[in-house]
C-alpha cells in the first residue's frame, strides 16, 4: 500500500495553480503563517545557544539512525518489561491491522485519537471503519476536519486553512449541541468542542496515540500537545495503543532535554507546550491496564539506505519549515497530495514511497533555504530536493516520453553546448540572432512551448549585440 | 591586496548581462586589482544539477577546475553560481566518484568568493568611491543569504556609496519566486510569490531594486517591466562601478 502519498493527487503544479486561486485560503493561510513565524523568530532567539542545540539534535538523530536496530530492540525489551506489549509492523496495512485486532478483542466499536501524523500515513481510521469500528479525532482541528470530512493540511496546524466563521458554520451544522447562537469567538468555538469530545473520552475504553519520543533504555513513550486531549486519550481508556515510525526512538531519558526545548519553540513557538505526557508501561490503578506500542517501518528502512535522504529521517514534525516556506504559504497543504505537506513532505513523501508517486514535490521549492535554515534538527532540505530530483530526471525506469521529453533532450542539448568554448560562443551567437522574430525594444515578451511559461507574466531581456567576452576581447 | 583576481563571470551574465562583467572590471580596476577573464571558462553546471541532471554537470566541474585552476582569487558576480561551487561541487566530485577531481575542487572551493566577499574581506573596503544619487532598495538573495552567508556585506558596501537614497525592503528575506527551472515549472506559484516581491518593492517607492544575482534580478525586472512600473533592476556591481565624474566604462 501506498504510505504518505494519495496515488491519485494531481501533480503539484496542477493542484497548485488550483490552491492559489482561492482568495480565502490564500488569506487565511498568508495571516497564519505570518504570524507563527515572526512568533517562532522570537522563542528562537530567547535561546542563547540555539545553534548548539540545533546541532545536538542532529547529532543525536544521527547516531541513532546509524544504530536503530539496537534501539528498538532495547526499546522492545523495556517497554515488555514494564508490561506493555510491541509489535512491529512491516507497513501500514499491518499497523492497521494490529490497531483493529486489538479493538476487535476488547469488543469495541469505537476508540478515540490522539492527534497523530503516522496513523494519517496509514490511513487507520478509514482501515478502522471498514471493521466497522469508528475512529474519534480528539484534536480540536482534527475534530474540525473530520466534521468537515476534510484532511489536514498543515503537520501541526491541521485545518489551518479554515477560518473561525468557516468552524463556526461546520459545529452549528454538524454537532447536536452546539447552541444556536454560536458566535465565532475562539473561547465559545473550543467549549462547544470540549463538551462534545468530554463525552466521548468518559465513554471510549480503547485510545490511539502517535508518539512524538519513546526512550529506549526505560521504555517510556511521551506524547506533546497543547489542547489536554492527549492526556485524556492516553489516561482515561482501559486499552492504549500508540504508534510510532521507528526513527522516534531516542536512547535515554536525558536526551529528551534536547528535543522537549527544540520541539516547542520551532512548532508553536512556546518556551514549553502546555502537556507533555510521559508513560511507562502499565501502572496498577492508575491510567490504561492494557499498553501496546506498534513499531512501524512503512518505507523507513529503505530511506535509510540513502546516504543523503536519510536525514529526512531526523524529522521530529514541528512544521517550522511549513510556515517559512514561501512555497507552501501560498499554495496550502492539500497541493502536496500528501500527509506530510510543505518542504518536509516534499522530500519525506517522495522518500518513504521510493520514488514511484510524488515525482511532482522534488521540483515543488524554489530552493530558496528557508526551511533549512530553522529546523531544528537541521536537515539539509535543498539538498535532498535536489537529490530526489536527480532520482527524477535519471530514472531508468521513467517512460519513454519522459526520458525523450523536451527537457531532458535540452539539458543534453545544453550541456555539450557548454562543454566547448567554440560551440558555447557559438551558441551565445545563435540566441542572438535567433531572437530576432521575438525580441522588441530590447525585451522579449513572448515565447513559444513550455517557455510561454514564463512569458505569460514576466518579460525577459533580448540578448544584447555584444557579449561580455566580446567587449574583453575587444579591449585587450 | 590580492595582485590578480580571475573574473568568473558566469554563461548567463556573459551571454544577458554583459554590463555587469564590465562593472565588475571597471570597478576592481579602479581599487588597483589586476583583472584577467580566462576565456575558455563557460558554465558552472549549477542549472542541470539544481534540476536534477547531476551526470551532465560534471564534465562542466571539471571544466571549471581546469580553467581556473591557476588562479588566486576568483571572483563573481553571483551568489547563486558561487553557492554551487562551494557547496555542491564536492557532492558532484563524489558522484563522479573521482578522487582526483575532489581534491582538486576541496583546493579552488575557499578561493572562490562572491563580489561583495572580495570587496569587504579580502580588499577590506566598504566605501569604494562610488557615487549614485537614486532612491534605491536592496533584494537580498536567498543563495547569497542562505548559501554563502554574504550577510549585511552588500548593504554596508550601498550604504557607503555617494549620494544613495538607500530604503529598506519590507519582507527582505522572502524568495522572488525564481528558484531557476522552478520559475518554469511550477509557473503559478512563482507568479505569486514574485507578485508579493514586486509590491514590496513598489512600496519602497525606489526607483531602482538591487541584488548580487542577475537571475533573480531578471525576474524580478521581468515583471517590473512587465507591469509598467517604472523601476529598474541593477546589479550591485553596476551601483558600485558610478562615480560621480560618469558612469560605467
Known sequence: MSPAAD?????????????????????????????????????????????????????????????????????????????????????????????????VAHGVSEVVKVKSLTTDETDLNAALERRGIRAWETDLAELINQLAGDTSSHI?????????????????????????????????????????????????????????????????????????NGRMCTTLPEVLVSVMGIEKVIPSWEDLEVYLQLLPRSSTAERMNPYTSLWTGVTPGDGPQEFHLVLLDNGRTNVLSDEIGRQALNCIRCSACLNVCPVYERTGGHAYGSTYPGPIGAILTPL?????????????????????????????????LVHLRQRVAEDPHAPLRERLSPEHLAMRAVARVFADRRRYEAGQRAARFGQWPLARGGKISRLPGPLAAWTATRDLPAVPAQSFRDWWRQRS | MPPRVSLFITCFNDTIFPQTGQAVVTLLERLGVTVDFPLEQTCCGQMHFNTGYATEAIPLVRRFVEVFSDSELIVSPSASCVGMVRDYYPRVAELAGDAGLAAAVAELRPRVLELSELLVDQLGVEDVGA???????????????????????????????????????????????????????????????????????????????????????????????????????????????????????
Not at chain 1, 513565524?37 to 541513532?64: C, N, S, T, Y
Not at chain 1, 486553512?161 to 458566535?183: C, M, S, W, Y
Not at chain 2, 520559475?183 to 514574485?194: E, F, G, H, Q
Request: one cysteine or more.
Open chain 1, 352 to 384: 518513504l514511497s521510493d520514488m514511484s508517486q510524488a515525482r511532482s514535490l522534488p521540483y515543488a521549492s524554489s530552493l530558496c533555504g528557508a526551511c533549512y535554515e530553522v529546523c531544528p534538527v537541521k536537515i539539509d532540505i535543498p539538498e535532498v
Open chain 2, 131 to 249: 557615487h549614485f544619487p537614486h532612491r534605491v532598495t536592496y533584494h537580498p538573495t536567498c543563495h547569497s543569504l542562505r548559501m554563502l552567508k554574504v550577510a549585511d556585506r552588500p548593504l554596508r558596501l550601498l550604504r557607503a556609496v555617494g549620494g544613495i537614497d538607500l530604503v529598506e525592503l519590507p519582507e527582505a528575506t522572502q524568495c522572488c519566486g525564481f528558484g531557476g527551472t522552478f520559475a518554469i515549472k511550477n509557473a503559478d506559484t512563482s507568479a505569486a510569490m514574485l507578485t508579493d516581491k514586486v509590491r514590496a518593492i513598489l512600496d519602497t517607492r525606489a526607483e531602482v531594486c538591487v541584488s548580487a544575482d542577475n537571475s533573480c534580478l531578471m525576474h524580478i525586472s521581468g515583471a517590473l517591466s512587465r507591469q509598467q512600473t517604472g523601476v529598474r533592476t541593477m546589479h550591485l556591481a553596476e551601483v558600485l562601478a558610478q562615480t560621480i565624474s560618469g558612469g560605467v566604462a
Open chain 1, 7 to 103: 496515488p491519485l493527487a494531481p501533480r503539484f503544479p496542477a493542484a497548485a495553480s488550483a490552491a492559489l486561486q482561492d482568495s480565502q485560503l490564500r488569506h487565511n493561510l498568508g495571516h497564519a503563517t505570518q504570524t507563527i513565524r515572526a512568533k517562532r523568530a522570537q522563542a528562537v532567539g530567547e535561546v542563547p545557544d540555539w545553534e548548539g542545540l540545533r546541532e545536538a539534535g542532529r547529532a543525536l538523530k544521527e547516531r541513532v539512525l546509524r544504530h536503530l536496530d539496537d534501539h528498538l530492540m532495547a526499546l522492545e525489551e523495556s517497554v515488555t518489561r514494564a508490561g506493555g506489549t510491541v509489535h512491529w509492523a512491516r507497513d501500514g496495512e499491518e499497523a492497521n491491522r494490529i490497531i483493529g485486532d486489538i479493538a
Open chain 1, 156 to 228: 501541526l496546524v491541521p485545518a489551518i486553512h479554515k477560518n473561525r466563521e468557516q468552524i463556526r458554520e461546520l459545529f452549528v451544522r454538524t454537532l447536536p449541541d452546539a447552541p444556536p447562537g454560536l458566535t465565532d469567538d475562539p473561547r465559545a468555538l473550543a467549549e462547544v468542542a470540549r463538551r462534545h469530545l468530554r463525552a466521548l473520552f468518559l465513554r471510549a475504553r480503547v485510545g490511539v496515540s502517535g508518539v512524538n519520543f519513546a526512550v529506549a533504555d526505560t521504555g517510556t513513550v511521551s506524547v506533546v500537545e497543547s489542547e489536554g
